[in-house]
């Protein structure tokens, strides 16, 4: 006979659900840096949730906000209507984005933010007459979210293959990591820049008015937080400026101080002509992404009759109240407690002890940027994967948190984390990895 909490229902996402259900793993509570399981166990959360809880968990300014909002305006579509928060929110985006970069069309997450992205970008080319524009450009082992368009672009081949063709004419600039020139480099790598020039080449077969977009993540995160080499992004932009194609930085994690900077673009000093935010934007509390377009792009479709929608695109819950409400608040928490300057200042420690990680058994990599980290472990013969994973298991074990991806621990942690969570967290990575066989 089936109960009311039978773990059976449930079929989890990117989970090995029959793994999971034989040995479950449940959380009850969570505060600042620590989630609570039902015993009373506190687990060091080192993944910020899941790279989204930036001011920690139970951020009480937030969860007021959410809770007041619920109790005003519980919910207000914004098609043709409108509620103040949605518009305050927008404005308060477009004034910690990029120069340039201030219109705001909400949706739920990161997928349905890039894959708005992607439909901007296609209907931009439309609107000013350049039709042939159809092709997208993503990046080898890049992840967009699991949307046909972002799933389309992305370049995990695991999160592909059991879906198919996916949409057609997507293309892909190859990967920028280059372990053999570039291993254990601390922040950007040395080498690399020379790789932005495959969009040439893909312009020399495909012809530039074929090619509507490149999409890129500025730090690649999921497939095991892949830095970009010096010089990299600026050259990406040269060559989509010199071609007329648009470049969409993928920010849905590097944004909202990951890197100790509103957005990575300004952390790299490339801007884009969109970009993509979720996660953090809402500390995780409400789901809600944001893709912020350039005036140019937003102007160009600003056409046709006025009473007929520019764009015929969106979701029932873009700009949600509680959504909105929960951004706001969270936007004044990196304000108030000056998050993104204390994320630069913790991302000094943190790389000097991730990479003390160095010359431990199996270790064969460490990357960095800002408060983003991972540690590529080798796979023991025939079982690749299993030494990360036992990796992870330890240290859950041992009351921390850390998320296995493949061959690697990637590392994301609120960026409340002081030099002492630091050490916690890396001194028991570093029992985990030495009790590997």
């Not at 089936?2 to 229902?9: A, Y």
């Amino acid at each position: 006979m089936r109960t009311p909490n039978d773990l059976d229902q449930l079929w989890m996402p990117f989970t090995a659900n029959r793994r999971f259900k034989q040995q479950p793993k449940m959380v009850h509570s969570a505060s600042g840096m620590y989630f609570t399981a039902a015993n009373g166990d506190r687990l060091l959360d080192g993944l910020a949730g899941l790279w989204c809880v930036n001011a920690g968990h139970d951020c009480k300014p937030i969860v007021e906000a959410i809770r007041a909002q619920a109790g005003t305006l519980d919910f207000c579509s914004i098609f043709s209507i409108g509620h103040p928060q949605a518009f305050e929110l927008a404005s308060r985006l477009a004034l910690l984005a990029p120069d340039g970069i201030d219109r705001v069309f909400f949706s739920n997450s990161g997928s349905e933010a890039v894959d708005t992205a992607l439909k901007v970008a296609l209907a931009y080319h439309r609107a000013i007459g350049h039709g042939t524009r159809q092709r997208l450009v993503g990046r080898e082992r890049s992840y967009h979210g699991v949307g046909f368009g972002g799933l389309s672009v992305a370049g995990v081949g695991a999160h592909r293959k059991q879906f198919g063709l996916l949409l057609p004419g997507a293309l892909h600039l190859p990967m920028t990591y280059d372990k053999r020139r570039n291993a254990f480099s601390q922040g950007q790598p040395e080498h690399g820049a020379d790789l932005a020039d495959a969009l040439e080449q893909l312009v020399g077969i495909h012809d530039a008015s074929t090619i509507a977009a490149v999409i890129v993540e500025p730090v690649s995160g999921a497939p095991g937080v892949i830095p970009p080499p010096k010089g990299y992004l600026k050259r990406l932009r040269e060559l989509c400026t010199r071609h007329g194609i648009l470049l969409i930085f993928d920010e849905v994690i590097t944004g909202f101080g990951r890197l100790g900077t509103n957005f990575a673009s300004q952390y790299f000093d490339v801007t884009p002509d969109i970009i993509c935010s979720a996660k953090a934007l809402t500390n995780g509390s409400v789901p809600m992404g944001a893709t912020l377009v350039s005036r140019h792009i937003y102007d160009a479709l600003m056409t046709g009759p006025d009473g007929a929608p520019e764009l015929m695109h969106g979701y029932t819950y873009s700009g949600h109240p509680l959504a909105c409400a929960a951004a706001l608040a969270t936007l004044d928490v990196y304000r108030d407690q000056g998050l993104f300057a204390h994320s630069a200042k913790m991302a000094l420690l943190w790389q000097d002890a991730i990479h003390a990680l160095r010359g431990l058994p199996h270790v064969v990599d460490i990357r960095n940027l800002g408060l983003l980290g991972a540690i590529e472990i080798a796979s023991a013969p025939g079982e690749q994967g299993g030494r990360a994973q036992a990796v992870f298991q330890h240290c859950f074990d041992n009351g921390v948190l850390v998320r296995a991806s493949g061959e690697n621990i990637v590392l994301s942690p609120p960026l409340i984390m002081t030099a002492n969570e630091i050490a916690i967290l890396f001194g028991a990575i570093t029992k985990a990895i030495k009790s590997l066989p």
